[in-house]
């Protein structure tokens, strides 16, 4: 199981960055988390099935969560960013029998400045 994040980088508040989530797999539901040192792990946004994408109200109008099944691959477009959408973004999925997110990618970096 693989799951690799790319896409991470510096920007400006109001700049734009893309994440790219490759999966070894389709997984019935993918999403990306962000954390910092010290916090916890929040759902950003998520997408199960043929479902419209889930967003934290943080993000929501902001970002766009969206995936391709053919290439198994999830993407977020992040934009207006704002110096909290700063942290570690982490790719997740897990099987519609899971509980829980199950799989994790090993995260990569979005810092906004101001």
């Known amino acids: 199981v693989q799951l690799v994040e790319s896409g991470g980088g510096s920007v400006q508040v109001g700049g734009s960055l893309r994440l790219s989530c490759a999966a070894s797999r389709y997984w019935y539901s993918m999403a990306w988390f962000r954390q910092n040192p010290g916090e916890d792990r929040e759902r950003v946004a998520n997408?199960?099935?043929?479902?419209?994408?889930w967003y934290a109200a943080s993000v929501k109008g902001r970002f766009t969560l969206s995936r391709d099944n053919a290439q198994n691959t999830l993407l977020l477009q992040m934009n207006s960013l704002k110096p909290e959408d700063t942290g570690m973004y982490y790719c997740a999925a897990r099987d519609f029998s899971d509980a829980q997110y199950r799989f994790w990618g090993q995260g990569t970096q979005v810092t906004v400045s101001s």
């Open positions: 997408i199960n099935g043929g479902a419209a994408p």
